[in-house]
C-alpha cells in the first residue's frame, strides 16, 4: 500500500534551516508529482510547493518562495523540503502529499516548531 | 491566486441531518479541479471528493460533490457519528494550489 512518511522535523530557532524529507514507498515514485501542505496550530491547509514528477519546473506558495526548496531523488523514493531563514510563521505540522492536483494519499506529518 | 471562501464556518446538526457545506472561488476553477477533504483531530487530511463530483475510493455515498465554476458544494446526506469533523475545499486548476478555510461539522 502506498505509504508516505516525514522525518527531520524539530525546533529550529529564527532564521535558522531545517531540512524535511518524506520516504516514499508502494507505488512508482518517479511518474508522481509530489506537494508539501502545512497546518499552523489550530489552522487550516496551506499548500507549500510541489514538485513535479521529473524533478523541474518547482512551484511555490508566495509565502515560501525565496526561503525553501523543494527536490527529490527519484532513485531513493524521496522528498526534500529545505527550509531557510525560518520564521514564527513557519511553525507547523508539514505533510508530505502524492498527487498531480489532488491529494490522494498524505504522510502523517512532521512537526516543526520555530522558536528562540 | 484563486481565494476559495468556505461556509459556514461551523455547522451544528445532529447524526441523521443532512449536511450542506459551501466552497466559492474568486474566479473560476479550471475544468472544475475542486476536491473535497475531510480532517480530524491529529489526523492527516482524507480526499472524499475530486473533480467537483467524484467519490474517491472508498469513500461512502452518502458524501456527494456538486457544483461548477465558481460555486461548488459537498453535501453529506445522513450524517453519521464519524462524520463530525473539518472539511475542506481545494482548488487544483492551476499553482498556487489553495485551499478554503474550512468548515467544522460539530454535534448538536
Known amino acids: 500500500q502506498v505509504q508516505l512518511v516525514e522525518s527531520g522535523g524539530g525546533v529550529v530557532q529564527p532564521g535558522g534551516s531545517l531540512r524535511l524529507s518524506c520516504a516514499a514507498s508502494g507505488f512508482d515514485f518517479s511518474t508522481f508529482a509530489m506537494h508539501w501542505v502545512r497546518q499552523a496550530p489550530g489552522k487550516g491547509l496551506e499548500w507549500v510547493t510541489m514538485i513535479p514528477f521529473y524533478g523541474g519546473d518547482q512551484h511555490y506558495a508566495d509565502a515560501v518562495k525565496g526561503r525553501f526548496t523543494v527536490s527529490r531523488d527519484n532513485s531513493k523514493n524521496m522528498v526534500f523540503l529545505q527550509m531557510d531563514s525560518v520564521g514564527l510563521d513557519d511553525t507547523a505540522v508539514y505533510y508530505c502529499?502524492?498527487?498531480?492536483?489532488?491529494?490522494?494519499?498524505w504522510g502523517r506529518g512532521a512537526q516543526v516548531t520555530v522558536s528562540s | 491566486e484563486i481565494v476559495l471562501t468556505q461556509s459556514p464556518g461551523t455547522l451544528s446538526l445532529s447524526p441523521g441531518d443532512r449536511a450542506t457545506l459551501s466552497c466559492r472561488a474568486s474566479q473560476n476553477v479550471i475544468s472544475n479541479f475542486l476536491a473535497w477533504y475531510q480532517q480530524k483531530p491529529g489526523q492527516a487530511p482524507r480526499v472524499l471528493i475530486y473533480?467537483?463530483?467524484t467519490r474517491a475510493t472508498g469513500i461512502p455515498d452518502r458524501f456527494s460533490g456538486s457544483g461548477s465554476g465558481t460555486d461548488f458544494t459537498l453535501t453529506i446526506s445522513r450524517l453519521e457519528p464519524e462524520d463530525f469533523a473539518v472539511y475542506y475545499c481545494q482548488q487544483y486548476g492551476g499553482s498556487p494550489y489553495s485551499f478554503g478555510q474550512g468548515t467544522k461539522l460539530e454535534i448538536k
Open positions: 502529499a502524492r498527487g498531480w492536483g489532488y491529494f490522494g494519499h
Open positions: 473533480g467537483a463530483y
